[in-house]
T-cell receptor, first 114, second 113 residues
Framework: GNSVTQMEGPVTLSEEAFLTINCTYT??????LFWYVQYPGEGLQLLLK?????DKGSNKGFEATYRKETTSFHLEKGSVQVSDSAVYFC?????????????FGSGTRLSIRP | NAGVTQTPKFRILKIGQSMTLQCTQD?????MYWYRQDPGMGLKLIYY???????DKGEVPNGYNVSRSTTEDFPLRLELAAPSQTSVYFC????????????FGEGSWLTVV
């Protein structure tokens, strides 16, 4: 079945450091890929998405490229800020014949030191 | 834009009590979902619905029930609360013009004592 694997946290970086959070997936079809962010005490918010191979999703300085050849969708940001501290979830959606269900990774907690 | 609205935001239940978490969405989405998130963990799908009158079990349905009488509403019922159901519950929806992008409510924090 479909699955998502993302790097385990917590990840701790200093402000202005470069960020990479790895995400790989297994899917039988051509899924859409997502990154969601969860700030403390809040629900999940869509950060970015890509719907087909080689698409790049971007938002708030974050980027991720849909790599079909490596089945990956790694999240990157060139210079992180303290306000980026949150839990990040990689997800895929494979719209099958009966339902659209989204599969989430286990989440990566990111902490940014001032 | 209300989006997905859940109530209550916080609730404390005694073991064996029952309650319903309410969820409504105003985006005319066909798909709705209930997830739970235990402390420090990821999301687990409890139930989902592909449209009014249709519901199906997710990964962890035991101890819960749902109904979908309208497109907008998808309540989650706990019949006999147990400490293992202490968690944060998220309702979500997807569909319409944005396809499979899922939108979440703000969460309901439930403690069973």
């Amino acid at each position: 079945g479909n699955s998502v694997t993302q790097m385990e946290g917590p990840v701790t970086l200093s402000e202005e450091a470069f960020l990479t959070i790895n995400c790989t997936y297994t899917a039988t079809g051509y899924p859409s890929l997502f990154w969601y962010v969860q700030y403390p005490g809040e629900g999940l918010q869509l950060l970015l998405k890509a719907t087909k191979a080689d698409d790049k999703g971007s938002n708030k300085g974050f980027e991720a490229t849909y790599r079909k050849e490596t089945t990956s969708f790694h999240l990157e940001k060139g210079s992180v800020q303290v306000s980026d501290s949150a839990v990040y979830f990689c997800a895929l959606s494979d719209r099958g014949s009966s339902a659209s269900k989204i599969i989430f990774g286990s989440g990566t907690r990111l902490s940014i030191r001032p | 834009n209300a989006g997905v609205t859940q109530t209550p935001k916080f609730r404390i239940l005694k073991i064996g009590q029952s309650m319903t978490l309410q969820c409504t969405q105003d985006m005319n989405h066909n798909y709705m979902y209930w997830y739970r998130q235990d402390p420090g963990m990821g999301l687990k799908l409890i139930y989902y619905s592909v449209g009014a009158g249709i519901t199906d079990k997710g990964e962890v349905p035991n101890g819960y029930n749902v109904s979908r009488s309208t497109t907008e509403d998808f309540p989650l019922r706990l019949e006999l609360a147990a400490p293992s159901q202490t968690s944060v519950y998220f309702c979500a929806s997807s569909g319409g013009a944005e396809g499979n992008t899922i939108y979440f409510g703000e969460g309901s924090w439930l403690t069973v004592v």
